[in-house]
């Protein structure tokens, strides 16, 4: 006999009951897929529903009821139980169609009636996926919460246009950070940031702020010379990206018709960038042209890198 659902309320007016399918005859086992009361969030990918894990897959699979984001791609829900629950909840920049503490509140309220539930979350839950603040509200209430990791927007944007995050000669770090802060926030460490030319930078949600992120980056020592990547709608069959300058940033995010989620990927890995799929769209001064790092500009597109001064050896 299923759990009885809770009682109503303004936020949650009902939860029909879903019925259980059985797990035997080769199905997931109750420890490969949720169980009843337990929540399981799972990283969707960044886009391409190829990209979502194994594990992440037989969960949907085996769900009652599934709390989707808008950037989880649609045809992953045809992966659900014909009867199981599909409900979304998703963000985009400026639109919030349910608050992140009603999301809790529904999280818990479906696990309590006995339901295993699926929060499905685009690219990566921890990272800036608010899946800790869900992890947060549903232990401190007693409800056992399984993370499924998935291919984060840095990883699915990187290898759909080529730019490597790290790479020997030219990036020994990547450091990941959102564009948009919270409220009341600290702002980022900016000289910090500008300091290590052999790191590559990653900002995400990167479209609106991309003029404050090449200012302040500019502001604190980085040189304007030091390539960049715009890449909208990552992974997906919409995907557009450009090559520019930090310069240029501002300018390329006006001028290009690009569009959010757009993720932001400065340093000298941006120079290997397929040029069929991420073109150039500013100019640089002829005396900035040539080789870093023993690495002829020939080799690498017929665009320069950065200043030599940039990338020191």
């Known amino acids: 006999?299923?759990?009885?659902?809770?009682?109503?309320s303004p936020l949650v007016p009902s939860i029909p009951a879903a019925?259980?399918?059985?797990?035997?005859g080769g199905g997931p086992?109750?420890?490969?897929?949720?169980?009843?009361g337990h929540v399981w969030l799972v990283g969707a990918g960044p886009g391409d529903p190829d990209l979502i894990t194994l594990r992440g897959l037989r969960a949907l699979q085996a769900a009652d009821v599934v709390f989707h984001d808008s950037l989880a791609a649609p045809e992953l829900l045809?992966?659900?139980?014909?009867d199981a629950l599909r409900i979304p909840v998703g963000k985009r920049a400026g639109r919030h169609s349910v608050p992140q503490e009603d999301i809790h509140v529904l999280l818990a309220a479906h696990a309590r009636a006995g339901l295993a539930v699926v929060r499905l979350k685009g690219g990566d839950p921890?990272?800036?996926?608010?899946?800790?603040?869900?992890?947060?509200?549903?232990?401190?209430?007693g409800i056992p919460v399984t993370v499924v990791p998935g291919v984060t927007a840095a990883s699915g944007c990187a290898a759909a246009t080529g730019i490597p995050l790290t790479h020997r000669d030219l990036a020994a770090g990547v450091c990941l950070m959102t564009a948009h802060r919270q409220d009341g926030a600290h702002d980022l460490d900016w000289t910090s940031l500008a300091a290590d030319r052999q790191r590559t930078l990653v900002f995400y949600m990167g479209l609106s702020q991309a003029g404050h992120v090449g200012t302040e980056l500019l502001l604190h020592g980085l040189p304007g010379a030091t390539p960049a990547a715009l890449v909208s709608q990552g992974a997906t069959p919409r995907q557009k990206a450009v090559r520019c300058t930090l310069a240029g940033l501002a300018r390329a995010a006006r001028r290009h018709e690009l569009e959010s989620p757009c993720l932001i990927v400065i340093g000298d890995v941006v120079t290997l960038a397929d040029p069929a799929l991420v073109p150039w769209v500013?100019?640089?001064?002829?005396?900035?042209?040539?080789?870093?790092d023993g690495h002829p500009a020939e080799n690498r597109d017929d665009r320069p890198a950065a200043s030599p001064l940039?990338?020191?050896?």
């Open 310 to 313: 940039a990338c020191p050896a």
């Open 126 to 141: 921890f990272i800036f996926g608010r899946g800790g603040e869900e992890m947060e509200s549903l232990r401190a209430q």
């Open 282 to 292: 500013d100019d640089l001064p002829a005396h900035e042209t040539g080789a870093i």
């Open 78 to 82: 045809d992966h659900c139980r014909p």
């Open 19 to 24: 019925p259980r399918h059985s797990r035997a």
């Open 29 to 36: 086992s109750p420890d490969a897929a949720p169980a009843p």
């Open 1 to 8: 006999m299923h759990p009885k659902p809770p009682p109503e």
